[in-house]
């Protein structure tokens, strides 16, 4: 489909440029595309998604959206912007948070949480 081309050619050309349309389209139809292409951008993108994922003025589902992104990227960047969120902040985007670092540890990377 011409969606796959397009995020195909957005990860081959580490095209940061793409973030915003990304990031629009994780409330719409192309959800989980939009969050695979985000994921496959890795390391490049993890300080803008870091800077999504602590706005409390975001919607609730894209700050969740964003932490399983940075989650699935695992780089110590990537797992840098989970440690961002405040411990006052939602529950659920706590919880999907502390499951990205859990499983970055069972990796064998190291993770430090305060």
Same mark, same amino acid.
């Given at each position: 489909s011409r969606g796959a081309e397009a995020c195909a050619r957005v990860?081959? =050309? &580490? !095209?940061? #440029?793409?973030? %915003?349309? +990304?990031?629009?389209? @994780?409330? #719409? %139809?192309? /959800? @989980?595309?939009a969050r695979d292409t985000l994921a496959r951008l890795g390391d490049a993108i993890a300080g803008t998604l870091g800077d999504l994922l602590v706005d409390r003025r975001e919607?609730? /589902? +894209? /700050?969740? !959206?964003?932490?399983?992104? @940075? #989650? /699935? *990227? #695992?780089? %110590?960047?990537? @797992?840098? =912007? +989970? =440690? &961002? *969120?405040e411990r006052d902040d939602l529950p659920a985007l706590r919880s999907i948070a502390l499951r990205g670092l859990d499983a970055a540890r069972k990796r064998g990377q190291l993770v430090l949480v305060d």
């Amino acid at each position: 489909s011409r969606g796959a081309e397009a995020c195909a050619r957005v990860v081959a =050309q &580490r !095209d940061r #440029g793409a973030v %915003p349309v +990304l990031v629009a389209c @994780l409330s #719409g %139809p192309a /959800r @989980l595309r939009a969050r695979d292409t985000l994921a496959r951008l890795g390391d490049a993108i993890a300080g803008t998604l870091g800077d999504l994922l602590v706005d409390r003025r975001e919607v609730a /589902r +894209l /700050r969740r !959206d964003v932490a399983l992104v @940075l #989650g /699935r *990227i #695992g780089t %110590p960047a990537a @797992l840098a =912007q +989970l =440690q &961002r *969120i405040e411990r006052d902040d939602l529950p659920a985007l706590r919880s999907i948070a502390l499951r990205g670092l859990d499983a970055a540890r069972k990796r064998g990377q190291l993770v430090l949480v305060d």
